[in-house]
C-alpha cells in the first residue's frame, strides 16, 4: 500500500506547532514559576487535543456551551464542576497524585459536591442524622498515627445521603440532616449514630447528567459515608466507607472505591441491644467499624 503523501500535512503541522510556539511565548514574562509550568503543560495538552481528535468548530462551540451550562447550574448549594471531575476520573486521579502512601495510613477518596463548612458537633455517641430518613448505625473507631500512637482530638467531619438518595442540601429547605462534627476522645476513640448507606445517582438534572445519559454511563454511587478527619501535624484525610456487597462497587460513577476502604455493615435483628443502650424499638440496624490512621503533614514522596 503505498504511503499518503505527507508534504501538505506536513506543513500543516508546522503552522499549528508555529502557533503553539507563540502561543507559549506568551507566558515568558509570568514571575510565578509554578503557574508558569501550570499555563505552559495546559496550553501544550489543550493543542494536543484539539489536534488528536481533529476538533471542528461546532464541536468546540457545543464544549464551551456546555461548560456555560455547569457554570449557570453551580451555586452556593451545588458544585457541578466538582460533579464534572468526579465522573472524568479527574478528582481520583487529583487524590492519588496528592496523597501518598505512608505506612498504613488511611487511603483517601474524592470530597464530592455536598461538603458544607460549619457543621454542628455532636458529642461522642451523638446522632449526625438529625431526622433524615434511613436505617439506624452505629459507627465507632480509633484514630491513630502511622505508629499506631491514638489521636486525641481529632475533628471528624460526616456526611452522607439520606434513603431518598438526597443530601440535605439538595432539598429546597434549610435542613441540616445527616452532616455533623465530632472530636475523637482522649484514647482516639470515636463513635456516633448515622444512617446505613445506600445507592444512589449522583445529581443528573444538569449538564454532567446529561452527558453521562449520552455516553450510556449510569449516575450511580456505591453506598457510602464520608469522613473528613483533621488534626494538628497531621495530613487532612479525605475518604469515605463502602458497603460491603453493593452492585455498585465496580461501577462507582466517580471511580471512588478502594479495596480498603469497603467495609461490613453488619445487620443487627430487631431487638438486639445497642452499644450505648439507645431503645430502637423494634426496629433493625447495622453497626460497622473503621479505624483510621493519619499520615503526616509534611511527608513528601520520595525523588530518584
Given at each position: 500500500m503505498n504511503k499518503p503523501d505527507s508534504?501538505?500535512?506536513s506543513a500543516e503541522q508546522a503552522r499549528q506547532q508555529e502557533l503553539l510556539d507563540r502561543v507559549l511565548t506568551s507566558f515568558q514574562g509570568t514571575e510565578s514559576p509554578r503557574l508558569k509550568q501550570i499555563m505552559e503543560s495546559l496550553t501544550r495538552h489543550l493543542h494536543s487535543f484539539v489536534q488528536d481528535v481533529r476538533l471542528t468548530e461546532q464541536e468546540w462551540s457545543a464544549g464551551i456551551e456546555f461548560l456555560t451550562g455547569v457554570g449557570h447550574i453551580t451555586d452556593d448549594r451545588r458544585q457541578e464542576f466538582i460533579l464534572l471531575s468526579d465522573v472524568l476520573g479527574v478528582s481520583m486521579q487529583m487524590v492519588t497524585v496528592n496523597n501518598v502512601a505512608v505506612g498504613d495510613s488511611t487511603e483517601a477518596t474524592v470530597v464530592g459536591p455536598f461538603f458544607v463548612e460549619n457543621s454542628p458537633e455532636?458529642?461522642?455517641g451523638g446522632d449526625m442524622s438529625f431526622g433524615a430518613e434511613g436505617q439506624p448505625c452505629w459507627v465507632e473507631g480509633i484514630v491513630r498515627d502511622t505508629v499506631g500512637k491514638p489521636i486525641?482530638?481529632?475533628r471528624i467531619e460526616l456526611w452522607e445521603a439520606d434513603d431518598n438518595g438526597l443530601y440535605d442540601v439538595q432539598y429546597d429547605d434549610d435542613r441540616v440532616a445527616a452532616r455533623a462534627h465530632l472530636f475523637s476522645d482522649e484514647d482516639g476513640s470515636y463513635r456516633f449514630w448515622g444512617i446505613t448507606p445506600t445507592p444512589y445517582p449522583i445529581p443528573s438534572d444538569g449538564p454532567v447528567g446529561k452527558m453521562l445519559e449520552v455516553v450510556g454511563r449510569s449516575p450511580m454511587r456505591a453506598p457510602h459515608l464520608h469522613f473528613m478527619v483533621t488534626a494538628p501535624g497531621k495530613r487532612t484525610l479525605v475518604t469515605h466507607i463502602f458497603v460491603n456487597d453493593s452492585d455498585y462497587l465496580d461501577k462507582d460513577s466517580v471511580f471512588g472505591v478502594k479495596e480498603s476502604l469497603i467495609k461490613d455493615f453488619v445487620l443487627q435483628e430487631p431487638g438486639t441491644p445497642t452499644p450505648d443502650g439507645?431503645?430502637?424499638?423494634?426496629?433493625?440496624?447495622?453497626?460497622?467499624k473503621f479505624d483510621i490512621v493519619l499520615a503526616p503533614a509534611k511527608e513528601t514522596p520520595a525523588t530518584s
Open positions: 508534504g501538505p500535512l455532636i458529642p461522642l486525641p482530638r481529632a439507645r431503645d430502637l424499638a423494634d426496629a433493625p440496624w447495622t453497626r460497622v
